[in-house]
């Protein structure tokens, strides 16, 4: 058996990537303890994921010049990560209450409610829901 563990976003700060997943996103924080970077500096292992996930994220803050540039555009600008939630609309109204950042207007598709919004690195999300139910027929 194999899974995909964690991926990583490469952010400024980790308080405030903290703050943004778990305060507006409602992930948990699953880690966030001290470590080292492969020279031996401090740096700290923080990892967040939704209720129930089995796959995390690794908020790696960025260490130098080089990382900073990538905060933001680690996609190109493409929609890169996919948040699917039970409840579109109240989801959607939390994260607008919350002051995210959303690009799209909420639209239905063939597979669901979208609507995209960026995280606090700038990152390009899908919010995801399921499509509404059809009208009964008489």
Same mark, same amino acid.
């Given at each position: 058996m194999a899974f995909l563990e964690l991926v990583t976003i490469v952010v400024d700060d980790y308080?405030?990537?903290i703050e943004f997943f778990v305060k507006v996103l409602d992930f948990e924080l =699953?880690?966030?303890s001290p470590s080292l970077t492969n020279d031996g500096r401090p740096k700290r292992w923080v990892v967040v994921r939704p209720p129930n996930a089995r796959t995390g994220i690794l908020l790696a803050q960025a260490d130098g010049a080089h990382q900073a540039t990538v905060v933001g555009k680690?996609?190109?600008g493409r929609v890169g990560f996919f948040l699917r939630v039970e409840d579109f609309h109240a989801s959607y109204e939390r994260? =607008?209450?919350a002051g995210v950042?959303?690009?799209t207007e909420p639209r239905t598709e063939s597979y669901g409610q979208i609507a995209v919004f960026r995280d606090v690195a700038g990152n390009r999300w899908d919010l995801l829901g399921p499509a509404p139910e059809p009208p009964p027929s008489c």
């Open positions: 308080d405030s990537a =699953v880690d966030d680690q996609l190109a994260m =607008v209450g950042e959303f690009v």
